[in-house]
T-cell receptor, first 114, second 110 residues
Framework: DAGVTQSPTHLIKTRGQQVTLRCSPK?????VSWYQQALGQGPQFIFQ???????QRGNFPDRFSGHQFPNYSSELNVNALLLGDSALYLCASSLLRGKGETQYFGPGTRLLVL | GQQVMQIPQYQHVQEGEDFTTYCNSS?????IQWYKQRPGGHPVFLIQLVKSGEVKKQKRLTFQFGEAKKNSSLHITATQTTDVGTYFCAGTGGGNKLTFGTGTQLKVEL
């Protein structure tokens, strides 16, 4: 039973470029949430996808967008990269049962913007 | 918006000493979850508390949810070097958005 997987593990981009990160949820899970974790800080909620729709969004600009596919996998897209976008991007999957279901995190993608 | 603070930010202990981290939310929480993140790793789910005043134990770890559902604590008895990492609380005030605390970094020295 595979856990949450993310690709790529590491990525280096330059300012202004665009990036796509990918996530496959844990088997049996239907909900994917994305988080940004800057160095030395706690994860910050970006958005959550369920049934291929964005269900909830954190305080992130429109440069951050996402998608969920019929197989529940998800992508996070960031346009016009800024230096401040350098962070660990975490994907978490869960089974939508209502409020506050347990979320299982993937290993993350470390993005460095130069 | 909802804010979740943790104290202390850092804690150094000698192996065998106890450790406690405290979590406080600016708003009432539906539930609280605790995660552990090892250096270079990702958050790993430890436990979820839902009921007011709830106390749960996992071996040397004791978790407590406050009566007002706005605070929580994690206590580790007789720390070991394997306990090293950053401990995060995370709560939901409604819906499915998880708000993480600021974290407490634990270092255990022999």
């Amino acid at each position: 039973d595979a856990g949450v997987t993310q690709s790529p593990t590491h990525l280096i981009k330059t300012r202004g470029q665009q990036v796509t990160l990918r996530c496959s949820p844990k088997s049996g899970h239907d909900t994917v949430s994305w988080y940004q974790q800057a160095l030395g800080q706690g994860p910050q909620f970006i958005f959550q996808y369920y049934e291929e729709e964005e269900r909830q969004r954190g305080n992130f600009p429109d440069r951050f967008s996402g998608h969920q596919f019929p197989n529940y996998s998800s992508e996070l897209n960031v346009n016009a990269l800024l230096l401040g976008d350098s962070a660990l991007y975490l994907c978490a999957s869960s089974l939508l049962r209502g409020k506050g279901e347990t979320q299982y995190f993937g290993p993350g993608t470390r993005l460095l913007v130069l | 918006g909802q804010q979740v603070m943790q104290i202390p930010q850092y804690q150094h202990v000698q192996e065998g000493e106890d450790f406690t981290t405290y979590c406080n939310s600016s708003t009432t929480l539906s539930n609280i979850q605790w995660y552990k993140q090892r250096p270079g790793g990702h958050p790993v789910f430890l436990i979820q508390l839902v009921k007011s005043g709830e106390v749960k134990k996992q071996k040397r770890l004791t978790f407590q949810f406050g009566e007002a559902k706005k605070n929580s604590s994690l206590h580790i008895t007789a720390t070991q070097t394997t306990d090293v990492g950053t401990y995060f609380c995370a709560g939901t005030g409604g819906g499915n958005k998880l708000t993480f605390g600021t974290g407490t970094q634990l270092k255990v020295e022999l």
